[in-house]
């Protein structure tokens, strides 16, 4: 079983930056592929950003492409949304999500098999 807990969303205005934290237990981070999601009010779940459990692979949605990074820090069994450029689109519940083969090469919500809790990102305009 792999714990995950979000933290560091908010309310800020449009183009401020905002970094989003993923604690997962155990050593997850470096055995697990790890992903950011997000769902806005009336959508689907949608994938922001993915990362393989050895950080060498990275995807991004077109959607955040250049204002997105995600990293990670298996020390501290921790993966980061490095958020900038922000846009009012960008407004949903943030979830962080853990895929055991590891490749970061999926993209879609049943192909993961644990997820946080959530946290809420707001950009007003």
């Known amino acids: 079983q792999v714990q995950l807990v979000e933290s560091g969303g908010g309310l800020v205005q449009a183009g401020d930056s905002l970094k989003l934290s993923c604690a997962a237990s155990?050593?997850?981070?470096?055995?697990?592929?790890l992903a950011w999601f997000r769902q806005a009010p009336g959508k689907e779940r949608e994938i922001v950003a993915s990362?393989?459990?050895?950080?060498?692979?990275?995807y991004y949605a077109d959607s955040v492409k250049g204002r997105f990074t995600i990293s990670k820090d298996n020390a501290k069994n921790t993966v980061y949304l490095q958020m900038s450029s922000l846009r009012p689109d960008d407004t949903a519940v943030y979830y962080c999500?853990?895929?055991?083969?590891?490749?970061?090469?999926?993209?879609?919500?049943?192909?993961?098999?644990?997820w946080g809790q959530g946290t809420q990102v707001t950009v007003s305009s």
């Open positions: 990362t393989s459990s050895s950080g060498s692979y990275t």
């Open positions: 155990r050593r997850a981070s470096s055995t697990y592929a």
């Open positions: 999500a853990a895929d055991g083969r590891g490749t970061g090469t999926y993209y879609y919500p049943p192909e993961y098999d644990y």
